[in-house]
């Protein structure tokens, strides 16, 4: 039985290149597969600054969110990676089959210590670790994630070759779960959209249709539209890689006819992307209002989570602690 993995970080409300990156591919999943964990990673928030006292509305607000966009607690478990202290518990057992040379090598740590050299811990550094540990703890097969976290997933398969070279065949290899979505850009057409790194370059999923509209007439085209005649090209455009998400067959090729020709404006093509974005998000709109008037809903479901992957982590700290020789706890 193939079990399916993955999570997120709860860096607010969950943005447009995180539903079409890496949620939808969750649902898609766990339709077709009986076993389906996703999880919060609240503890690797703590390798950069944040606020505390916002953490648990980030939380919670990411739980209404995961909800609203249709995961399912009866056929996932959905948890805080805090609840299960097993996480950390075989995060420093994997560091000792963790290469020193292979996680300097990590481009999120070189990316994130270089944006923010005040912040170089130890913990931004082993942050591949925990995150193998995360998913070697319920001995995934599949984690479906965006493309900025493959590396992390091909050393999640290093470290899991290497503890078993060392004390036995405990851990399958994890493979990736790709969406065919290229990355979705930010405002300025040039960095990943991210919550995280800019407040100002993410577009909100349950923003206002108006709000929306604002947002995305400030995102960058393809620059070789400098005047409303320039002809363009839509594949190197990130609001032709939206259209591609979300609008259909007759539209995209509307955009390319128009695109390419100068026929039709920037202007024209964003107001049609904001149309589809709206009509293909109405419906989480709405079941996101419901669950948010749900008393208590995101505690249960939190709850009810844990205690289920607590029976799975605990279990494979079992055998871990028999394979490493430590004397049985009781
Ligand atoms: N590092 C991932 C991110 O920032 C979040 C994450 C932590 C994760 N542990 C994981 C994703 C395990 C998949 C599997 O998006
Ligand atoms: Fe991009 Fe659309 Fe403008 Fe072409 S018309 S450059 S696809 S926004």
Same mark, same amino acid.
């Given at each position: 039985m193939k079990t399916v993995f993955s999570g997120i970080q709860p860096s607010g409300e969950l943005h447009l290149g995180n539903y079409l990156g890496a949620v939808r591919n969750w649902v898609a999943l766990q339709e077709q597969y009986p076993s389906n964990l996703f999880f919060i990673?609240?503890?690797?928030?703590?390798t950069q600054p944040y606020d505390p006292k916002a953490l648990p509305g980030r939380v919670s607000e990411m739980v209404l969110d995961l909800l609203a966009l249709g995961i399912d607690p009866d056929r996932s478990l959905l948890f805080l990676q805090?609840? *299960?202290?097993?996480h950390t518990e075989l995060a420093w057992v994997l560091s000792n089959a963790a290469g020193f040379g292979d996680l300097e090598r990590m481009t999120q740590f070189k990316d994130k210590s270089a944006h923010n050299?005040?912040?170089?811990n130890a913990g931004l550094f082993t942050y591949p670790v925990l995150q193998a540990a995360d998913i070697l703890l319920y001995k995934a097969a599949l984690v479906p994630v965006g493309q900025d976290q493959v590396q992390h997933i091909e050393l999640t398969r290093r470290i899991a070759r290497a503890f078993n070279h060392r004390?036995?065949?405990?851990?399958p290899e994890p493979e990736v779960a790709l969406t065919n979505m290229p990355k979705l850009l930010g405002l300025d057409g040039?960095?990943?959209?991210?919550k995280s790194l800019d407040n100002h370059i993410a577009l909100s999923l349950f923003a206002d249709p108006k709000k929306l509209r604002k947002r995305l007439a400030k995102f960058a085209t393809d620059?070789?539209? *400098?005047?409303?005649e320039d002809p363009g090209n839509p594949d190197v455009c990130n609001i032709f890689t939206m259209h591609k998400a979300v609008s259909s067959e007759a539209d995209l090729a509307w955009v390319r006819q128009g695109c390419t020709t100068a026929g039709i404006g920037c202007v024209d093509c964003k107001t049609r992307l904001a149309e589809n974005l709206e009509t293909h998000l109405a419906g989480f709109v709405t079941k996101r209002a419901e669950l948010a008037a749900t008393p208590g809903i995101v505690g249960e479901v939190l709850d009810a989570g844990a205690v289920k992957a607590r029976v799975i982590a605990s279990e494979t700290m079992r055998e871990v602690r028999e394979k490493l020789g430590l004397w049985p706890s009781r």
């Open positions: 990673a609240d503890y690797h928030v703590l805090s609840s *299960v202290s097993q050299p005040e912040h170089i004390w036995g065949a405990t851990f040039k960095a990943k959209m991210s620059p070789a539209r *400098v005047q409303r």
